[in-house]
Every structure is written in C-alpha cells, then in structure tokens.
C-alpha cells in the first residue's frame, strides 16, 4: 500500500508545542518545562495546556493529509486488508479495533463487511485463516 511517512511531522509539532511522551513521574518531571502546565492527551503524552488546540488542530491536518494521499493512491481494498493486518485482526476474528479508523475514510458498513468476508477467506494473499 502506498502511504507517506507522517513520524517526522508528528515530532516536530511535538517539539514545536513542548509535548512529550512520559511513563513514570520520573519521566515526566525530567521532560517538563516548569513555565507551562500540562495535561494528559492520552496514551503517554502530554502537552502544555496552552497549546492543546493548536497541538490537535495541526496533529489533525497531518492525518487528514494522510488519509487523502492514501485514498487517492490505493483502492478501498488495498486500505482494509493494509489496516486488518496492521492490527492484526486475523487473531481474533474481530476488526471492530479498526472499525473507527475504516470509517475515517469514509468507507460504508456494506463495504467494509465485504471486505472483511474475503480478507478472512485470503488473508490478502491467497491462504485461507479458517
């Protein structure tokens, strides 16, 4: 699947907005910057209260752009079976933890459920998971 590398962007709006990624108080209190004070995004980061509006609003136009490069540069399939596999939706059966991010997209319940019925026949290369 086609698809642009976002990681460097990601850390710079990071850098540019004084957020980081802590998982101890320990790490926390060697990163902060005692002039701001900071909330929990989630999922380890934080960010200076300040700057949470403008951290998401441009975090958001960096996805966005992502999102448009891809669907203009794969077809919905290629999209499905890319994001099935990255979170690994053939061990469970499940590809509701994906489900949010297919409708990102903009692809309809009917085709992401066809797509899901023959991912789990070929797995997206031909060999039958069950």
Avoid: H, R
Avoid at 42 to 59: Q, R, S, T
Avoid at 63 to 91: A, G, H, R, V, W
Avoid at 98 to 110: C, P
């Amino acid at each position: 699947m086609k698809t642009i590398d976002i990681n460097d962007s990601i850390s710079n709006i990071l850098t540019k907005y004084s957020a980081f990624y802590a998982f101890s108080k320990k790490s926390f209190l060697e990163q902060q910057n005692k002039d701001y004070t900071y909330k929990g995004v989630g999922a380890g980061l934080y960010c200076p209260e300040v700057f949470m509006e403008d951290l998401d609003k441009e975090i958001q136009e960096i996805l966005e752009s992502k999102t448009k490069y891809e669907l203009e540069n794969n077809t919905p399939e290629q999209i499905m079976t890319y994001l099935f596999d990255n979170y690994e939706c053939y061990y469970t059966g499940d590809y509701s933890a994906v489900y949010e991010e297919l409708k990102d997209y903009g692809f309809s319940d009917e085709l992401i459920e066809e797509t899901w019925e023959s991912y789990c026949i070929y797995n997206g290369n031909g060999s039958l998971i069950w």
